[in-house]
């Protein structure tokens, strides 16, 4: 039990919907660290060079307040001064401000720490060469800080330096809160995307899933399964096509299931003729040479039956594998058609029909003559099995354009509407009682259009029940 549960969850996680919801999940990861990465990068970089801006504009104030009073620096008057500003900037920048001479020893410190000391700083010493420098640096007990030195002039001399020293921690503190609701609200959004594609996922595959059973169960030769697709994209479309397959799979599955029926009575019934007279004739003695004849003469004719049967299957076999190469030879179609003629009157006769050829034009045309009789002859002997005593069947050959046109007409039974695009499906066969009489197996007007597509040509038909048939065979003059 548990292998089982195993085997279907696994199912379940590597299907398509699956596949496609782990593929966006982990395009949203990515992007989510990239977006994240970039912009934790920007936030951070615009809030240190704004604080960078508003620093560099109050050290260059401070400058300017106290150029006069360092060039002509004297502590015991200025200091005090100098003390002063350091302090009131400070405090309004809530930052540490040092103010250095140019020989980097500290006039003024807000902190009052370094007072009179001499600081080396990169800082100092690059804005001491009238340089503007900022950095960024970070220390264990304070966090991030900036450090920035700015040049004091005083007509063209550089006299000292403003350094400040700043906090930044708290910009690292808002771009981490501010990252930090990013993120929140980036999951919350990754959520809904994930569960939005997982409802589009079952709602896209939804039709796709009822394929399923059906294919199991023709898998399983039931072929009359159908699905049942309510939609107006591309799956109603195809729920359709495979609709219209399995009617066509069920029809053509019946139709090999009456076809195997029916060869096999109609194999049965000459084997059992020819069974039942060879056992007559192994029984009686001193028989009659007329009687043996006529026994032979019977037994000669189911053979030639079996043998008709065996024909067709294996042309038909043939045509379908493509083993057969049309052998073109320029020939009048006219000749062919009086030789078929020929050949079917006597079997006309028996029935008390008449054939007639309506030769309204003479043909030369490349064809496979072989071919195209046996495709005329099957359709014309049709016509004759179909059609009641004394009745007519009329062959008319004449031009079409650039085709070669053949027309078969006869005034018997006639073939239903709803028939009539089936005729040429092989097995097919309209009155299956009357066929079996006839000794038909619904394969000659199958191996006929075949043979009349090799020679990418069209063979057509009318109808009407009662009324009779007409077949147009129309073969291309120039192959």
């Known amino acids: 039990m548990a292998t089982i549960l195993g085997i279907e969850i696994k199912k379940k996680f590597v299907s398509f919907r699956w596949k496609l919801l782990s593929t966006y999940l982990i395009l949203i990861i990515i992007l989510f660290f990239i977006l994240i990465s970039v912009t934790t990068d920007y936030l951070l970089d615009w809030h240190i060079n704004e604080r960078k801006t508003e620093l560099t504009e109050d050290s260059h104030q401070i400058a300017e307040d106290i150029s006069y009073y360092l060039s002509v620096y ?33 006039v003024a410190d807000s902190n009052d720490e370094f007072n009179f000391t001499t600081l080396n700083l990169e800082e100092i010493d690059k804005s001491l060469l009238g340089e503007i420098s900022s950095n960024n640096y970070y220390f ?3 966090g991030n800080v900036m450090y920035i030195g700015y040049p004091v002039v005083f007509e063209d001399e550089i006299n000292g330096s403003v350094f400040i020293s700043s906090s930044i921690n708290s910009l690292y503190e808002n771009v981490n809160s501010l990252i930090y609701k990013i993120k929140v609200l980036l999951i919350v959004v990754s959520l809904l995307i994930m569960v939005g594609l997982y409802l589009l996922t079952y709602l896209f595959l939804k039709p796709i899933n009822k394929f399923y059973p059906a294919i199991e169960n023709i898998k399983k030769g039931d072929l009359g399964q159908k699905v049942d697709i309510r939609t107006s994209d591309e799956f109603s479309l195809l729920g359709d096509a495979f609709n219209s397959m399995t009617v066509r799979l069920n029809e053509v599955d019946e139709q090999r299931e009456a076809f195997v029926a029916n060869v096999s009575h109609e194999l049965k019934t000459p084997l059992a003729s020819i069974k039942l007279l060879t056992e007559n004739l192994l029984l009686q003695d001193n028989i009659e040479k007329k009687v043996y004849r006529e026994f032979l003469k019977d037994i000669n004719d189911e053979i030639d039956r079996l043998n008709n049967i065996v024909t067709e299957l294996l042309s038909l076999v043939d045509l379908d594998k493509n083993k057969l190469k049309l052998d073109l030879q320029i020939t009048y179609l006219n000749y062919i058609l009086e030789k078929i003629i020929e050949q079917l009157n006597p079997l006309a006769k028996e029935k008390n029909m008449k054939l007639i050829f309506e030769e309204r034009d003479r043909i030369q045309i490349k064809i496979d003559k072989n071919k195209i009789k046996q495709a005329v002859i099957n359709i014309v002997h049709n016509a004759i099995k179909y059609s009641d005593e004394g009745s007519v069947v009329k062959i008319a050959l004449y031009t079409d354009k650039n085709y070669a046109t053949i027309k078969i007409s006869d005034n018997g039974y006639g073939i239903p509407k709803e028939s009539l695009p089936y005729i040429f499906d092989r097995f097919y066969r309209v009155d299956k009682a009357r066929s079996r009489k006839t000794g038909g197996t619904g394969l000659g007007l199958s191996i006929s259009k075949q043979i009349i597509n090799m020679h990418h040509g069209t063979i057509n038909v009318k109808s009407r029940v009662g009324r009779g048939t007409t077949f147009y065979v129309k073969i291309p003059i120039e192959v």
Do not use: H, M
């Open 74 to 106: 004297d502590s015991s008057i200025y200091k005090t001064y100098l003390q002063s500003i350091v302090d009131k900037y400070g405090e309004n920048l809530n930052s540490r401000i040092i103010i250095l001479n140019k020989e980097k020893r500290v």
């Open 140 to 142: 264990n007990d304070i």
